[in-house]
């Protein structure tokens, strides 16, 4: 079975810019949880998706959003970035949230100059 | 006080050694318990899965979780070089709907040859 997968692996961006990240989920699973590593913070919980509803959603400000599409596809967008937007941004996807395991992808790594 | 405690490491072990890996935690409705190991440059890897108090083996890894305690391990026996890496604790809360992966900062781990 196919492991979740994220696109694009590298990205650099300029501050005010605006940028978009897409996660497939393993086939058959229907949540979706997007977190943020940076080395101060570790990893930080953004959002969760199911069935296409957001459910949960961590302390970020609005400029981070998400979306989830019929077939459990999920994208994340972030605006006006910042300098300290610069992360890993990781997606993790499990059958259906709650307490079943949750597998990652390998990230995409964002930075912003 | 973090909600989950891991000492950042490293930890620098020969070959073979067995590793002894430890995060406590302050929550007490905590009910699922994991491990992942984290590449440089990787996602984040599901090693080890387990539900509330005991033990778990899988292989050279064992998971144990001493909720009366808040304190849970992980021991790698017979350690190898390709062992070395991040390794991440991770707790959430029992129910339906979901429930964001707590994290614990990682620990740093060389094994060397």
């Known amino acids: 079975k196919a492991g979740v997968t994220q696109t694009p692996r590298y990205l650099i961006k300029t501050r005010g810019q605006q940028v978009t990240l897409s996660c497939s989920p393993i086939?058959?699973?229907?949540?979706v949880s997007w977190y943020q590593q940076t080395p101060g913070q570790g990893l930080q919980f953004l959002f969760e998706?199911?069935?296409?509803?957001?459910?949960n959603k961590g302390n970020f400000p609005g400029r981070f959003s998400g979306r989830q599409f019929s077939n459990s596809r999920s994208e994340m967008n972030v605006s006006t970035l910042e300098l300290g937007d610069s992360a890993l941004y990781l997606c993790?996807?499990?059958?259906?949230?709650?307490?079943?395991?949750?597998?990652f992808g390998p990230g995409t790594r964002l930075t912003v100059t | 006080q973090k909600e989950v405690e891991q000492d950042p490491g490293p930890l620098s072990v020969p070959e073979g050694a067995i590793v002894s890996l430890n995060c406590t935690y302050s929550?007490?409705?905590?009910?699922?318990f994991m491990w992942y190991r984290q590449y440089s440059r990787k996602g984040p890897e599901l090693l080890m899965y387990?539900?509330?108090?005991g033990n778990k083996e899988d292989g050279r890894f064992t998971a144990q979780v001493d909720k009366s305690s808040k304190y849970i391990s992980l021991f790698i026996r017979d350690s190898q070089p390709s062992d070395s890496a991040t390794y991440l604790c991770?707790?959430?809360?029992?129910?339906?709907?979901?429930?964001?992966?707590?994290f614990g900062t990682g620990t740093r781990l060389l094994v060397s040859p």
């Open positions: 993790a996807s499990s059958l259906n949230g709650g307490g079943s395991e949750q597998y």
């Open positions: 998706y199911f069935s296409e509803t957001q459910r």
């Open positions: 991770a707790m959430t809360f029992g129910g339906t709907g979901f429930q964001k992966l707590v």
């Open positions: 387990t539900y509330s108090s």
């Open positions: 929550n007490s409705a905590f009910q699922y």
């Open positions: 086939s058959g699973h229907r949540s």
